[in-house]
């Protein structure tokens, strides 16, 4: 790629029947620095764009590098759908298309086709019903670069990593063992300095149980395993607080201690970042060998064929994805 080339970033639909190829349509008349190549259906694009009434032009990727972007202007690598997509309705008649276009976007980042990855959201459950063990594009993504990874979610104001991520709540406490969480730290504080050039991060862990643990009282997880992990991590320099209680690590006195939260599992940080910055949250693969970023939120089956989802989060992605890519080429 000649250094004048806008950088190619890969995007994919998601679930054809969700709000994804609407947000594609949308990222697309926003003038950004990038050669967006949306991998996925062109009819359905095309469709998607007349229920959103926006004017694109959609043209075939021939992988050429280009300096400009006109606003409105969409290359595609067609991967077809099986079905028609029904907007609200997923079909898992579809479920290989969509994963299809993961694995072309994957394939195409580790073989430098694409400098990123930025997915639109897909419905996890139609994929399930097709008879496929999915459980997320960040499993899918880790499984397919055979990488250890961890899910971050980030808004300006705040960044809450994953010790585990697409769980049934009664599988947590198992899934926190010593060996995970240390390798979950590494990832987390090599990327707060690599991606998001903080020199000496400062990282501040959940208990799992509440009040992290009342001395062991309520639980001792705390005691037994993440309290051994940061000490020894602490002799290697880590700069780690807590066990914090969940409850009270978000409130403003205690945010300016830590420029990253790592929760314990999903759903005990996650709405903490939904509710305040559902616009402009963006979910980033940490640990892949190669950038992925996405939206903050799901297929919005309610939206879906309305063009009135708003855009915002997969804006943020493709900002945050820009950024990663221009640090990557500078380090
Ligand atoms: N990156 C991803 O692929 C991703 C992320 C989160 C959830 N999901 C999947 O999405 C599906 C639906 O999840 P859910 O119902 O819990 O959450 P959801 O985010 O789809 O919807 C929650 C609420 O937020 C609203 N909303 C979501 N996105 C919006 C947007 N862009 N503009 C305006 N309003 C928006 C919806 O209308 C709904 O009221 C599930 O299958 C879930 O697994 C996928
Ligand atoms: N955990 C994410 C969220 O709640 O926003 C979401 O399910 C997406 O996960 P993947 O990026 O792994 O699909």
Do not use: W
Not at 125 to 142: K, R, W
Request: contains cysteine; proline residues 7%.
């Amino acid at each position: 790629m000649n250094s004048l080339a806008l950088p190619r970033l890969a995007l994919t639909a998601g679930e054809p029947a969700g709000v994804g190829p609407e947000l594609l349509i949308r990222l697309a008349a926003t003038p950004l620095a990038a050669n967006f190549i949306a991998i996925t259906d062109r009819g359905l694009l095309e469709r998607a764009a007349e229920r959103c009434g926006v004017d694109v032009r959609l043209l075939d990727d021939d992988g050429a590098d280009i300096q400009q972007r006109p606003s409105g202007t969409l290359r595609v690598r067609h991967v077809a759908l099986d079905v028609p997509e029904l907007p609200g309705q997923p079909d898992p008649r579809n479920a290989h298309h969509v994963l299809a276009t993961l694995r072309e976007a994957a394939d195409g980042c580790l073989s430098g086709r694409y400098a990123a990855v930025v997915t639109a959201p897909l419905q996890k459950s139609s994929i399930n019903d097709a008879g496929i063990p999915f459980s997320g594009h960040t499993e899918f993504f880790a499984e397919h670069s055979h990488a250890d990874v961890v899910m971050m979610l980030a808004s300006p104001e705040l960044r809450v990593a994953l010790a585990t991520t697409h769980l049934p709540l009664r599988a947590v406490s198992a899934a926190i063992d010593a060996p995970s969480l240390e390798r979950t730290l590494r990832i987390v504080h090599q990327a707060l300095r690599s991606k998001f050039g903080l020199a000496q991060p400062r990282i501040a862990l959940l208990g799992l149980n509440p009040h992290a643990g009342e001395s062991g009282h309520i639980g001792h997880e705390e005691i037994d395993t993440i309290i051994p992990v940061m000490d020894t991590l602490r002799r290697e320099g880590m700069q780690l607080l807590g066990p914090m209680p969940a409850d009270t690590a978000f409130v403003p006195a205690q945010r300016e201690h830590y420029d990253a939260v790592l929760a314990m599992y999903h759903d005990q940080a996650l709405p903490v970042l939904k509710s305040e910055a559902f616009d402009r949250t963006v979910n980033i693969t940490l640990g892949l060998p190669f950038i992925r970023t996405s939206v903050d939120h799901g297929t919005a089956l309610d939206l879906a064929g309305t063009g009135k989802a708003d855009p915002s989060s997969l804006i943020a992605a493709a900002r945050m994805a820009l950024d990663l890519v221009a640090r990557s080429k500078s380090s």
